[in-house]
């Protein structure tokens, strides 16, 4: 989390350079130290778990410098698709440290995974039942299972995974599933893995307690019926809910593994191998959006800024505003914070639909033209991951260091070129449909 001189350090530093203003009118920035500090809290968090693996959500931040940065602090990390396992071993993740966990992985994905080493946690029995015949006999990948302990919801229903209705894992409670579980561990040593992600932003802690104590029963059940410890590792999917709200992390990782010690005592004892799969929490208050205010004006008696950052960059904020609601922050051209009077205005976006607002009536000091707007904790699933709405250019995003005062900015993704939209238009099929 950025201290609010070194964010107005940034923001001055950008404009100087030109990544940030008339030419680039957004962009992302992650704070590299703050990236390795929310890496270490982890680690510290667990260090009393003998052998633990933390596997990065790529979707969170699929960006490579990204991700060699969290390989190079000893993390692993969690792909749910063949783009995001291309990003991961370009960034240097050893296939035995990548763990795939899409839930409609195709024949050619999980032949690739099985022969590459990749671990893949089959997301259903139907999937078991290719990896059966994909499998090849030598194959180094730790294959796992996942379940949906459908221990219900949390605030925000499409970020709950662990419902009755679920489309993840296989649905733990439903009349014989147990036996079907149990039945496909006999017939398969080499299926040694119980994956469960009961859910991400909106979870409570308590909840996703008890669906991991469910999972380390299942394990349990399972070895019982075996008649040996054939599941050796329990997989905990990721989820730690973000505080959206200030600059305070809470719920910390700490108080995630006490949860989970408190609904399971045994759960981290160390008889099984954990892996855990964080996003959000990592990456979300180590970066930041910043756009600058094209104009302001007035409709119906409300003041409207309208900026350059919208829908494209904050998506999920834009469509469910009272789920993924975002500090916002209004500073002058230089990056120095404003102090004038507070009035309410809605922050607009500068997308084709009348819905592109980021905030309803917010309380900020009165925007003017030129001004630049801070989306707070944005550093996971933001900018990271833009809509390409309007053809509207994927922001530029940087990185940033702090020593003695001085900020230093590096490029982590150039901003999209024309030529490069042209592309995603099909421009070197421009004739294609006239003949
Ligand atoms: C998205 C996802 C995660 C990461 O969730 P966060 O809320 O970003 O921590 C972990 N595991 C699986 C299987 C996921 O789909």
């Known amino acids: 989390m950025p201290h609010p001189d070194v964010l107005q350090a940034v923001l001055k530093q950008a404009v100087i350079e030109g990544i940030l203003g008339e030419r680039f009118p957004v962009a992302g920035f992650i704070d590299v130290q703050g990236v390795r500090e929310s890496v270490k809290a982890l680690h510290d968090a667990f260090v009393h778990v003998p052998d633990v693996l933390h596997a990065f959500a790529v979707k969170a931040c699929p960006l490579v410098p990204v991700l060699r940065l969290l390989a190079d602090t000893g993390m692993a990390c969690e792909v749910a698709s063949p783009g995001e396992t291309h990003l991961a071993l370009a960034a240097g993740f ?139 590792s329990l997989d905990l999917g990721g989820g730690l809910p973000v505080n959206f709200t200030d600059d305070t992390t809470t719920p910390t990782y700490d108080e995630y593994v006490r949860a989970l010690t408190r609904a399971e005592p045994a759960l981290l004892d160390g008889r099984y191998q954990i892996v855990t799969e964080f996003g959000r929490s990592l990456l979300a208050k180590n970066g930041f959006t910043a756009a600058v205010v094209e104009y302001v004006k007035d409709a119906g008696g409300r003041r409207i800024a309208l900026t350059h950052a919208g829908a494209q960059v904050a998506v999920r904020t834009v469509f469910m505003p009272d789920s993924w609601p975002l500090r916002i922050t209004a500073h002058k051209p230089d990056g120095t914070p404003k102090h004038l009077q507070v009035i309410p205005q809605d922050v607009a976006g500068p997308l084709c ?83």
């Open 353 to 435: 639909f009348a819905g592109d607002v980021i905030a309803h009536e917010r309380h900020l000091p009165e925007l003017a033209e030129q001004d630049l707007i801070v989306l707070h904790d944005t550093g996971a699933y933001y900018f990271s991951s833009p809509w390409s709405y309007n053809s509207l250019p994927r922001p530029g995003a940087y990185g940033f260091l702090t020593e003695g005062g001085h900020v230093s900015l590096t490029t982590v993704r150039t901003p999209q070129s024309m030529s490069e939209i042209g592309e995603e238009g099909g421009v070197s099929h421009a004739d294609a449909l006239l003949t």
């Open 94 to 232: 050893t296939p035995d440290r990548i763990v795939l966990d899409s839930p409609a992985k195709t024949r050619a994905e999980l032949h690739d995974a099985l022969t590459q080493g990749v671990a893949v946690n089959a997301d259903n029995l139907a999937e078991l039942r290719r990896i059966d015949v994909l499998r090849p006999r030598r194959s180094q990948s730790v294959v796992g299972l996942r379940v949906n302990p459908q221990v219900g919801a949390g605030t925000i229903d499409a970020m709950s995974t662990a419902t009755a209705h679920s489309k993840f894992g296989v649905a733990l409670g439903d009349p014989g599933v147990r036996d079907q579980i149990l039945e496909a561990f006999r017939h398969r040593p080499w299926l040694t893995r119980l994956h469960a992600h009961v859910g991400s932003q909106g979870c409570p802690l308590p909840l996703i307690a008890q669906g991991l104590a469910a999972l380390h029963r299942l394990a349990e059940e399972i070895n019982d019926d075996v008649g040996r410890r054939q599941v050796t």
